[in-house]
C-alpha cells in the first residue's frame, strides 16, 4: 500500500484551491459563454423549431441533410467559396502591392499609410450606406459618371452575380488596408543585410522579391490568411446593408441571419447552417497550423 | 487502484456529465415533441382589473414618435395607467424578432406593434392574445373598424391585432409630365397603364414612364393589384397552385413584356425616390409615402386609385402597414389595460390625428377625415379607395414565413431577365409548396 506526504497532500490542495480561485471564475464564465451556447446549438440544429416558439419537434439530421443537398444550400455554398476565394486573395495580393508602394521614405508616405488604413477602421454599416449611394444606378455616383461618358450603369443590385461582385469591391476596399500593415510590418523586419548581399550577388528586383522577400514574409502571409479567410467566412455587416434579402450574395453567416433571424424564421436550420460553419472554420484553421505551417521560414 | 475501476469511474463521471448537459440544454430550450399552441385559458375578464403600468412595444411607423407619445399621455391622464414606450426596433421585422426572441425571458412588450406579414408567425408560436373578449372587456367597439383591415388579423374565428398604422397602395403619376405629354387622365386599366406610358416616352418627357420595385422593396405587395386584376393571385389560402394559374401567368408576362417593350424598367432602390427625384413618371406605391413624395418632389404629385385588369376592375387593392397586438405571456392585467389602450389609440377622433401626423389611413369608419382631406387633397383618394376596393392579401405572401422573399426574388429575376414566365412561376410554386411543407404545415396541424 503506497504511503502518502501529509505535507506533500496539503501543498497539493492548496494549489488546486489557488489556481481554483484564479482560474474559476473565467473557466465559469468560459462555460456559460463559449460551451453552453456550443452544446445548445448543437442540440437546437436537431430540432424543427421556429425562433420563440416554446414548442418543437425532433428533425434528426433533416436540417443537415437540407443544407447539403437542397439547391438553395448549393447556392449558399457557391456563394460562400466565390466571396472567400476572391476577398482573400484581392486582399493579400492587392495589400501586398500597396506595402511595396509605401515601404519607401517619401514625402507623404506617413499619410499614404494612414488614409490606406482608415477604411479598416470604420464601421461595416457606414461603409455599406456611403458605397450604396455610389453604386446606385439612377442616383449614384458612379452612374452619374457612367452616364457623363456615355455609358449606362450596371446594374448592380438586380443582377445578382453583379451584386456579388459589388459587396466583394466594398469588402475588398474596407480591409485592404489591414493586410497592407500588417505586410508592411513583415517588409520591415526583414534584415536589410539580407537584400544588400542579394544586391551583391546581382540578382535583380523581380529576383530579389521572389527569392528573398516573399519567403521572408511567409510567416505574415500564412498569419494573413488564417485571419482573411476567417473574416471573410464570417462576412455579415456589408452584405446586409448592401443587399438586405441576400440576392445572389447568401454567404454562409448571412443564410445563417436570413434563415434564423429574417424572413424564414427557422431557427433550427439556422443552427445546423452554424454548426456546419464551426466545423469548417475549426478544419480550415487546423489543416493550417498542422500542414501549411511548416512551409513557413522564420527568420 | 486497478485499471478497470478507474475505466468504469471515469465512464460514470462521462456519463452523469452528459445526463447533466442533456437536461440542462432541454430545460432551457423548447418542449420538443409538440407543435401545437396551447389552447389560450379562458379568462373571466368582468373579474380582472387593469394593471397600473404596461409596455407598448413600436418601432414608431411612419416617423411617429412624437404622435404616439402625445396620444400615449392622452391615455395616461384619462385612465391613471402609466404607459412605457419602448423603441423595440427599426422596422417591422425587428420588432417582431425582438419579441420572438424576448419570449424565452417572458420579458415581452404587453401591446406590440405587429405588421400584416409579421403577425401571423407570432401567433403560431402562440404569443399572441385573441382579442376579440379582450377588446370588448376593455369597452372598445371592433365593428367599427374598416371591415377589410380588421379581418387581415383573423384567422379561425378569432382576430389576433386591431389595425393601426394602415396603409394601401396607390397610383402616383407626375402631373407636370401628364401636362407635357397632353395626357387628360390617369389610367383606370392597364390597358390605360401601358399607353400612358408610351405616350409619354413619345412625347419625350421621361425615359422611364413606369417603375416596378425591385426585390427590397415588397414587388409582391405591388403586384397584386396587377395580378388580381388579371383575376390570378399569389395562393388560394395555403394551395401554391394559384401562381401558376393561367391568368396569374398572363398577369406577370404582360409585367415581363412592359420591361422589355421599354416603357417600364425595374427601380434599382426605390421607385418612390427615383419617383420624387423626377427618373420615372409613375409607380404603384404606398400611402405612407404620400406626404415624404408630396413635400420631396419638385413637380405636382398626382395620385389615382390603383387600375382594374380585364377580369376584376374593383377589388384589386392590398393593404399594407401595421396593426398592433397583445402579448399572451402578459397577466390578464396587463393584457385588459394592453386593450384599452389600443382602443384609445384606434380611436375615431385618434386614428384621424395619427393619419394626419403620418399618412397611414384612417382605420376606423366612423372617423371623420375631413380635415385630412383639406390638409392634403390628394389623401381622399387614398381613404376611399380604401372603403371600396380593398381585398385581403393571400395568404402565402403573408403568413408563409419567407414567403414573400422568395415571390419577391422570383419577380425580380422575371422582370429583369427574358426568363420564361410560366416555367419560373412552375418553380416558384415548388418553393412555396416546399416552405409550407417544411416549416408551416407541421406547426399549423401539430
Redesign the interface.
Known amino acids: 500500500m503506497p504511503t502518502t506526504n501529509p505535507h506533500r497532500s496539503r501543498r497539493r490542495r492548496r494549489d488546486a484551491l489557488v489556481f481554483l480561485a484564479f482560474a474559476g471564475p473565467n473557466l465559469l464564465l468560459i462555460a456559460a459563454f463559449i460551451y453552453?451556447p456550443l452544446?445548445?446549438n448543437l442540440?437546437?440544429s436537431t430540432?424543427?423549431?421556429?425562433?420563440?416558439?416554446?414548442?418543437?419537434?425532433?428533425a434528426g439530421f433533416d436540417n443537415y441533410v437540407?443544407l447539403f443537398t437542397s439547391p438553395a444550400g448549393a447556392e449558399m455554398w457557391r456563394v460562400t467559396i466565390t466571396f472567400t476565394v476572391v476577398t482573400v486573395l484581392a486582399s493579400m495580393v492587392l495589400g501586398l502591392l500597396v506595402a511595396l508602394a509605401l515601404n519607401h521614405r517619401v514625402p507623404g508616405v506617413t499619410a499614404g499609410r494612414t488614409a490606406i488604413f482608415a477604411p479598416y477602421v470604420l464601421s461595416g454599416v457606414g461603409v455599406g450606406m456611403v458605397w450604396?449611394f455610389i453604386f446606385?444606378?439612377?442616383?449614384g455616383v458612379l452612374g452619374h459618371v457612367l452616364r457623363t461618358l456615355g455609358a449606362r450603369s450596371p446594374?448592380?443590385?438586380?443582377?445578382g452575380d453583379l451584386a456579388l461582385v459589388m459587396v466583394m469591391i466594398v469588402y475588398v476596399w474596407k480591409n485592404l488596408g489591414f493586410c497592407a500593415v500588417v505586410f508592411l510590418a513583415g517588409l520591415q523586419s526583414i534584415p536589410k543585410d539580407l537584400m544588400e548581399a542579394a544586391r551583391i550577388d546581382r540578382a535583380g528586383a523581380l529576383r530579389r522579391f521572389f527569392r528573398v522577400t516573399l519567403p521572408l514574409l511567409s510567416p505574415t502571409v500564412f498569419f494573413l490568411t488564417v485571419t482573411t479567410i476567417l473574416s471573410s467566412m464570417q462576412a455579415f455587416d456589408i452584405l446586409k446593408i448592401m443587399?438586405?434579402?441576400g440576392?445572389g450574395t447568401n454567404t454562409i453567416v448571412f443564410e445563417l441571419y436570413?434563415q434564423g433571424?429574417?424572413?424564414?424564421?427557422?431557427a433550427g436550420y439556422a443552427a445546423a447552417i452554424s454548426v456546419v460553419l464551426f466545423v469548417v472554420l475549426f478544419a480550415i484553421t487546423a489543416f493550417q497550423m498542422r500542414y501549411v505551417e511548416k512551409r513557413v521560414h522564420y527568420a | 487502484m486497478s485499471r478497470t475501476p478507474q475505466r468504469a469511474a471515469r465512464a460514470t463521471t462521462a456519463m452523469a456529465a452528459l445526463g447533466i448537459?442533456a437536461v440542462?440544454?432541454?430545460a432551457?430550450?423548447?418542449?420538443?415533441?409538440?407543435?401545437?399552441?396551447d389552447a389560450a385559458a379562458e379568462t373571466d375578464w368582468s373579474a380582472v382589473e387593469p394593471a397600473e403600468s404596461i409596455s407598448f412595444w413600436t418601432n414608431h411607423p411612419g416617423g411617429s414618435q412624437a404622435i404616439e407619445q402625445e396620444l400615449v399621455d392622452s391615455f395616461t391622464e384619462e385612465t391613471g395607467i402609466e404607459v412605457e414606450i419602448v423603441t423595440a426596433g427599426a422596422n417591422y421585422?425587428e420588432v417582431s424578432?425582438r419579441?420572438?426572441?424576448?419570449?424565452?425571458s417572458g420579458d415581452v412588450g404587453d401591446l406590440v406593434v405587429m405588421s400584416d406579414a409579421t403577425w401571423f408567425?407570432?401567433h403560431?408560436?402562440?404569443?399572441l392574445l385573441p382579442v376579440d373578449d379582450v377588446f370588448a372587456a376593455a369597452g372598445g367597439d371592433s365593428s367599427t373598424y374598416n371591415t377589410t383591415l380588421f379581418d387581415d388579423y383573423l384567422y379561425e374565428d378569432a382576430h389576433y391585432a386591431v389595425p393601426y398604422a394602415r396603409s394601401t397602395t396607390i397610383y402616383y403619376y407626375n402631373a407636370d409630365h401628364y401636362a407635357e405629354a397632353g395626357i387628360a387622365e390617369a389610367p383606370t386599366t392597364w390597358e390605360e397603364v401601358a399607353e400612358n406610358s408610351q405616350a409619354l416616352i413619345d412625347a419625350g418627357v421621361t425615359e422611364t414612364a413606369f417603375s416596378f420595385p425591385?426585390?427590397?422593396d415588397y414587388p409582391a405587395w405591388m403586384m397584386n393589384n396587377i395580378v388580381w386584376g388579371y383575376g390570378g393571385g399569389w395562393s388560394d389560402e395555403w394551395d401554391a397552385s394559384a401562381v401558376t394559374s393561367d391568368e396569374t401567368v398572363a398577369a406577370v408576362q404582360f409585367a415581363q413584356d412592359a420591361v422589355q417593350d421599354g416603357w417600364a424598367n425595374?427601380?434599382?432602390?426605390s421607385p418612390a425616390?427615383?419617383f420624387a427625384?423626377g427618373?420615372t413618371s409613375q409607380f404603384i406605391g404606398s400611402t405612407g409615402s404620400l406626404g415624404g413624395v408630396t413635400e420631396t418632389a419638385g413637380f405636382e404629385v398626382g395620385v389615382a386609385m390603383l387600375p382594374g385588369g380585364p377580369v376584376e376592375q374593383e377589388l384589386v387593392v392590398p393593404t399594407g402597414g401595421a396593426g398592433i397586438a397583445i402579448s399572451s405571456a402578459s397577466t390578464p392585467e396587463e393584457q385588459l389595460a394592453a386593450a384599452m389602450l389600443a382602443d384609445h389609440l384606434t380611436s375615431a377622433e385618434h386614428t384621424v390625428t395619427f393619419s394626419s401626423q403620418t399618412g397611414y389611413v384612417p382605420v376606423r369608419s366612423d372617423a371623420d377625415a375631413s380635415a385630412l382631406y383639406a390638409e392634403n387633397p390628394n389623401f381622399r383618394v387614398a381613404v376611399e379607395q380604401l372603403e371600396t376596393r380593398t381585398r385581403t392579401q393571400d395568404y402565402l405572401r403573408v403568413f408563409l414565413?419567407?414567403g414573400?422573399?422568395a415571390l419577391?426574388?422570383a419577380l425580380?429575376r422575371i422582370l429583369?431577365t427574358d426568363a420564361d414566365v410560366a416555367e419560373s412561376l412552375a418553380s416558384l410554386q415548388t418553393e412555396l409548396e416546399g416552405?409550407y411543407e417544411?416549416?408551416l404545415r407541421?406547426?399549423l396541424e401539430?
Open positions: 453552453y452544446l445548445s442540440f437546437y430540432l424543427n423549431w421556429r425562433m420563440g416558439s416554446t414548442r418543437a419537434t425532433n437540407r450604396n446606385d444606378p439612377q442616383l446594374e448592380w443590385y438586380l443582377d443587399t438586405p434579402s440576392n436570413l433571424f429574417g424572413p424564414y424564421q427557422n | 448537459a440542462t440544454l432541454t432551457c430550450g423548447p418542449a420538443v415533441g409538440s407543435t401545437g399552441a421585422e424578432q419579441f420572438q426572441t424576448a419570449q424565452t408567425t407570432n403560431v408560436n402562440g404569443s425591385p426585390a427590397e425595374v427601380s434599382s432602390g425616390d427615383d427625384a427618373a414565413p419567407g414573400d422573399l419577391a426574388t425580380q429583369t416552405l417544411n416549416d407541421p406547426q401539430g
